[in-house]
């Protein structure tokens, strides 16, 4: 396509603006964006300092007993007809659960650990698909600012003729008038569209925690095609997947440890006491009989639990394998909308802009009609704009969906 007009000042108006935004504050391209979010995203940290408390209960479930030792002491004086004692008893005991209850406790533990580790991968997978979104919605301003910087040189150009031909009499007041309406038409599109780069910046700083000015770099390009065979095998390892299966090993710990109830527990234990000057020492054995609670509440609710969260796993690998097909079906379409654009639209815009311009300047071409084809060719290229920020929209919610995300 032979460059013209409108493509240098496209060029130049790209280096004021990336010029612009260098000033601003730092520059992240999306890789950028994606390690930042990665270590300071709230979310993410949040997740992160979860798990730690998580692994404190395993500090817990590893202690070899649950229950202290018990001392008990006595102390009074006896008083006899003849003569005054002082008696004392003291007594040391330890009880010892089953341990199958320990070994509970620790699988128990240990799932929820796994549970929490999955949670993290899910918060990032989540909130890495927020970041690049709002990536993307940064460059699609950018690069929508830059076309309405060269739509708007083109407008005051055509204004300036419309001026001068006015003057010369070729023209009415009415084509002069038009002509400044529609500048002050790309003047306002461009301030809407500065506001909308403004909120997705909001958004971008938030979830990467930045208080500073932030620029982003990069630009909008047709998304290489999927293979749909490859997200679906990456989906079935899908963190929320891992969770849920954490979450049924820990239900069954709990029915395990409801389990460990139904055991006897026992206890062993010495004591030393000395009554009118004898001093006795004894040793003692207790045994707990589990007659009545039997740890009946930790097996029901082991037992529902598990079911409910197979039922959810169930459920969630057929919504996650639809939700991949639907994503790649709508990320194959948009690249089809691109290699359309592509081939029957784009061509020839630049050329097409030239000889309306050179029509108008010398009076062959009407200022209404000048102004519908300049509307046409602009709607035509931010129509190709979205279309490529749709498809990289699609391709990031086809990633996150398969997991790849992370």
Known sequence: MRMGTTALALCAVTCLHATSTAAQGRSMTLADVLARAREQAPQIVSARLALEETRARLVGASVRSQRNPELDAWVGNRNAPTEQFTDFQFSLAQGFEP?????????????????????????TRTVLRQAASAYYRVVHANERITLLNAAYELASTVHSTADRRYRAGDIALLDVNIARASLARVRAEREGT??????????????????????????????????????????????????????????????????????????????????????????????????????????ALGVARSARLRAELDAARVRIQIEVRTAFDAYTRRLAAIRALEADAIPGLDENEQLTTRSFDVGQLGLPDLLLIRRETLDTRFQYLDALMEAALARIDLDASAGLLR
């Not at 389990?259 to 054995?285: C, H, N, T």
Request: aromatic share 4%.
């Open 194 to 299: 500065e506001a909308a780069k403004s909120l997705a910046l909001g958004d971008l700083r938030q979830i990467l925690r930045l208080e500073d000015d932030v620029a982003v770099s990069g630009s909008l390009a047709a998304p290489s095609p999927a293979d749909l065979s490859a997200a679906l095998e990456a989906a079935a390892q899908r963190p929320e997947l891992r969770a849920l299966e954490a979450g049924a090993q820990e239900a069954q710990a709990d029915l395990q440890l409801g389990a460990s109830f139904s055991k006897p527990e026992y206890g062993v234990g010495v004591q030393y006491s000395r009554e009118e000057g004898d001093q006795i020492v004894m040793g003692g054995l207790t045994v707990t009989l589990p007659m009545f609670s039997k740890g009946q509440e930790q097996r």
């Open 99 to 123: 341990g199958a209850r320990r070994s509970a406790r620790i699988a128990g533990a240990n799932a929820a650990i796994a549970q929490s580790a999955a949670n993290i991968e899910e918060v």
